[in-house]
């Protein structure tokens, strides 16, 4: 199944998908004449004894910063070979043990498919990813997903629960375990093990499990987990396919989550069988970001403090500080991606010259943040002149406690202080930066877009490459504060791939203004083939629209219209190699690769002839063809001086009437009209 396909590096490797991005993957094998990694034990009676390469069972795993950024996303496959059976019970995954709930961002099945192959999207809402948890004092296995005293003594022996249930025996690697005893196990033996449970649900009467295959994901904020795992799948009904199992040869000692996480992805002594041992777990940078700490204040003295930060969304950030009441800052919308905002305004009475804000979601030694706060300051004016030269500055700070505090504009030369009146007029030699900072003595800073007031216009000149256009296109004048808004339009086949602007390359988009024009800019346009295609064609005596190649975007979708010409109904159409009866309309959907559409047309199964004798009209006229149990009206106009005598339906006279609808036609008609002058 293509969407399997994705197999990484028999042993573990460590690679770097992007310039900050780590990824850490590995797999273990029990097919045939496949190694896999030391320590690691993966049995299989699910697949014929001694088999060939390629039947067996396949755990792979990959551990990356890259796919949720801010996080980490832990990704586990199961892949079995050709003679598949039944599902698995459960799969554990083990971590440090002060992993918690807290830290899982997002946890989800990816897919699940059952024993003949088939895709089960309707389990996988049933397979549940639990809260890290203590298995031996809460899911000790004998009330796991199975009971073994449900069963006969030969449906599972203490082989087949290996070592997690306290078995010893244990078979060779790669090779298909025997029976150790005919008879169930002592029961729970203590197997301390934290960590994360995935259970596969089934019937306890035939150990049905529905997932035999699958893939799941989970989100975390924080480095790699380590530790173990273990996995369990059930028994089958016919000898000698009987179960599969995997977990490391170190399970069993207690002393292992006694040492110290080490740097070791091979699981060499004394850390055998570690699924993932990515380094010292060193203390983790803060998750807060303080994007805002200002304040104002009266003459008086007293006023309030302004903070914005960020944060995981799910995180609680709280603020103290001397002369303040502890406040707990408000979530705003999160961001959908990885971090949230959050806000506060705080009245004081006496300013205090720092605050503390401290972030449940730190980890330990790391809040709480002590934050200095600035003074608020407002820009009221940032205008330039190039006809003299002129830049003007005016701004204040909202601490309006004497003495007041010095202004000054850190990106031009001295002197750029503003004056008691907080304003700077400088002339300059050459223009100013698009915008210009205020900084206080008191720490504040504020930014401003310069805004040029002479008539001087601007140029904007836009362009695109090969297979697609934008417009305007060319030189564009623009005056001096104006919006100038961009279409770009691909070829047919084509997607917007990318935009550059004033050397910034952007993400495609089929729009784009420039606001406040105050310089020249320039944009221009690249485009890309659309990744799949779709062929449609018509045969005769009717169309497919659109005909010919049309592409179509990842995930896209597009809508075909059907049209038989005069006397013609559509017979079908041919969808990647299935017929469709009488469809005039076909929409793909969620597009994934290329396809064909081919659209065909019969004549119409039944015949009206219509003739109209001298001195006046019936319409329509000639032959008409007319679906089965279809209907057809008729009209018949005199001429001038003359009016309808009547028609003769099929040899039947009608008199006098001027229109006629025949109904449920089943077969094959004429009407003739005739006129007369009026007495």
Request: aromatic letters at 10%; hydrophobic letters at 40%; proline letters at 8%.
């Amino acid at each position: 199944m293509k969407f399997r396909i994705i197999l990484t590096a028999m042993l573990i490797t460590i690679s770097t998908s992007l310039a900050h991005a780590v990824v850490y993957s590995g797999a273990m094998d029990s097919r045939s004449g496949l190694q896999h990694i030391p320590g690691f034990i993966a049995q299989s009676k699910a697949f014929k004894a001694g088999g060939n390469p390629g039947e067996g069972l396949r755990l792979e795993w990959q551990v990356d910063n890259a796919t949720t950024p801010g996080a980490w996303t832990y990704t586990y496959r199961l892949i079995r070979g050709t003679s598949k059976s039944k599902g698995f019970a459960f799969f554990d995954i083990e971590t440090a043990g002060d992993f918690t709930a807290a830290n899982i961002l997002s946890r989800k099945m990816s897919w699940a498919t059952n024993r003949n192959d088939g895709v089960i999207p309707s389990g996988l809402a049933s397979i549940t990813i639990s809260d890290p948890a203590n298995f031996n004092a809460v899911h000790d296995f004998s009330n796991a997903a199975v009971t073994e005293a449900s069963f006969s003594p030969t449906a599972l022996s203490k082989n087949h629960l290996s070592h997690y249930s306290g078995d010893p025996g244990i078979a060779a690697p790669e090779a298909p375990a025997g029976d150790a005893s005919d008879t169930p196990s002592v029961g729970p033996v203590p197997h301390p093990f934290y960590g994360i449970r995935v259970t596969f649900p089934g019937s306890n009467a035939d150990l049905a499990y529905e997932a035999c295959e699958w893939e799941f994901s989970i989100v975390s904020d924080r480095a790699p987990m380590w530790g173990s795992f273990f996995g369990w799948g059930d028994k089958t009904q016919t000898s000698p396919f009987w179960y599969a199992n995997f977990y490391n040869s170190n399970i069993d000692n207690p002393d292992r989550l006694a040492l110290p996480p080490a740097n070791n992805l091979y699981g060499t002594a004394p850390y055998t069988g570690w699924i993932l041992v990515p380094g010292p777990q060193t203390v983790q940078a803060t998750r807060l970001g303080v994007d805002l700490a200002t304040y104002s204040r009266s003459s008086g003295g007293n006023g309030s403090l302004n903070l914005v930060a960020t944060a995981l969304p799910n995180a609680v950030l709280t603020v103290n500080g001397n002369g303040i009441a502890t406040t707990e800052m408000t979530p705003d919308t999160p961001n959908p991606a990885v971090f949230g905002r959050f806000s506060v305004q705080i009245p004081f009475i006496q300013l205090p010259a720092t605050i503390d804000i401290s972030n449940n979601r730190d980890p330990v030694f790391v809040s709480p943040h002590t934050v200095p706060l600035v003074d608020e300051i407002v820009i009221t004016q940032a205008t330039y002149n190039p006809t003299n030269r002129l830049l003007t500055i005016k701004a204040s700070s909202k601490d309006r406690m004497a003495p007041l505090l010095t202004l000054t504009a850190p990106d031009f030369a001295i002197p750029n202080t503003l004056d008691a009146a907080g304003a700077l007029v400088k002339t300059l030699t050459a223009n100013p930066p698009h915008t210009i900072t205020v900084t206080s003595s008191k720490g504040g800073t504020a930014t401003a877009q310069v805004v040029y007031t002479s008539v001087s216009n601007f140029t904007v000149t836009a362009g695109a490459g090969a297979n697609g256009g934008i417009s305007p296109a060319g030189a564009n004048v623009a005056t001096p504060g104006s919006t100038l808004n961009f279409t770009i339009t691909p070829d047919p086949g084509f997607s917007v791939a990318a935009l550059v602007v004033d050397s910034q390359s952007l993400p495609g988009a089929t729009t784009y203004s420039f606001t406040n024009i105050q310089t020249d800019h320039y944009i221009n346009a690249y485009f890309a083939p659309l990744p799949y295609k779709i062929t449609a064609t018509a045969a005769a005596n009717g169309s497919i629209s659109p005909a010919g190649v049309t592409g179509v975007a990842n995930n896209g979708s597009q809508t075909y219209t059907i049209t038989p010409n005069d006397g013609y109904q559509v017979n079908g159409i041919v969808v990647d190699g299935t017929f469709i009866a009488g469809a005039t309309s076909y929409t793909f959907s969620n597009v994934t690769g290329n396809h064909y559409i081919n659209a065909y047309f019969e004549p119409l199964p039944h015949k009206i002839t219509s003739v109209a004798a001298a001195n006046g009209v019936i319409v329509p006229a000639g032959v008409t063809g007319v679906a089965n149990n279809g209907s057809q009206t008729y009209t018949i106009t005199p001429n001038d001086g003359y009016q309808v005598n009547g028609i003769v339906v099929d040899g039947t006279f009608i008199a006098g009437t001027t229109s006629y609808t025949f109904s449920n036609v089943t077969g094959n008609h004429y009407i003739n009209a005739y006129f007369a002058v009026k007495p």
